[in-house]
């Protein structure tokens, strides 16, 4: 595995890549509380036909935080992975992008930018729509009444935590104090083996990936980027739906579908963490979506 430091105004981001560059890439999309590591094992199996890219997202694992907690807005992410492409694509680069969790939020948002869209071949999504139109469905679904107000409402319990972590100080004294309690429960209601190497992290470790990152919800949740228009996602897109997700219902993720020119949807009986609990599946519909295309 290939490593290098990527300079930017806000952050230095700890990049990893494998295969040969010169077949196509597929850039992985973390979440939180994660870093580039969720993605080793499949990058590791997918790097003999594809070049293979990740990295730590601002203020997780090996990389920086910025020193003020706007840098966590979606825009600055944005730039981020635009950067990266650049850095392990060139210029003119592109690559099929996969995300998950907040990985897929942020994707969603990428691909919706009608300049950074152009750098993404295809998109892959698991547990996480666009969250602008997340709330937006969840907003209409209240107002409405009638029943599209209990998935509407189905979805706010899921997503609970979304909101206390915006709570003036909760977040801040969460994850000083009680970090490696919640990170481990946390991983254990989204489906994680109990034996599983992400449940042995130290302390510092999941510190690393906690201790800042939370800002992504104290600056994007309640202040989220705007809706895309109906049909205006050009880059050809899958959304991997988790029936068992414990943090986003399939019917939220399913939102997606109406604002994307090619899109198709496939459904699996798993956990918020499939990445981890059902590699194989996520690798064969990743290979899927990118072999169907032109």
């Not at 981020?80 to 650049?86: F, K, M």
């Not at 995300?99 to 939020?105: C, Q, R």
């Not at 709330?135 to 679904?141: D, P």
């Not at 986003?248 to 459904?267: G, N």
Request: charged share 20%; with cysteine; glycine share 8%.
């Amino acid at each position: 595995m290939r490593t290098r430091t990527l300079r930017r105004p806000q952050t230095e981001l700890y990049i990893v890549e494998e295969g040969d560059p010169a077949r196509p890439a597929i850039l992985f999309l973390h979440g939180f509380p994660d870093c580039h590591d969720l993605w080793l094992p499949h990058m590791q199996a997918l790097s003999s036909d594809f070049h293979v890219i990740s990295f730590d997202m601002r203020g997780a694992g090996q990389s920086t935080a910025p020193r003020r907690a706007e840098g966590y807005r979606i825009p600055c992410l944005l730039e981020d992975i635009d950067a990266v492409i650049t850095a392990t694509r060139g210029r003119e680069g592109s690559a099929h992008l996969v995300g998950h969790d907040w990985g897929s939020i942020i994707g969603w948002s990428f691909v919706a930018d009608p300049v950074y869209g152009r750098r993404a071949n295809s998109w892959t999504s698991l547990s996480g729509p666009h969250l602008g139109a997340a709330a937006e469905w969840v907003r209409n679904g209240i107002l409405k009444g009638g029943g599209a107000r209990k998935p509407a409402l189905n979805q706010v319990l899921h997503s609970w935590y979304m909101l206390a972590l915006n709570v003036p100080g909760l977040g801040q004294a969460v994850f000083s104090t009680v970090s490696t309690p919640v990170y481990r429960a946390a991983l254990t209601m989204g489906g994680v083996p109990a034996d599983h190497p992400h449940m042995a992290r130290s302390r510092d470790g999941i510190a690393r990936l906690t201790h800042h990152t939370f800002q992504l919800y104290r600056q994007n949740a309640l202040s989220p980027p705007p809706t895309p228009r109906p049909d205006s996602i050009r880059t050809p897109s899958q959304i991997l739906i988790l029936e068992e997700d414990a943090f986003a219902t399939l019917e939220v993720c399913e939102v997606m579908v109406r604002y994307c020119q090619q899109v198709t949807c496939e459904r699996l009986a798993a956990n918020h963490w499939a990445p981890v609990t059902h590699p194989e599946w996520v690798q064969a519909s990743i290979r899927g979506l990118v072999d169907s295309l032109p």
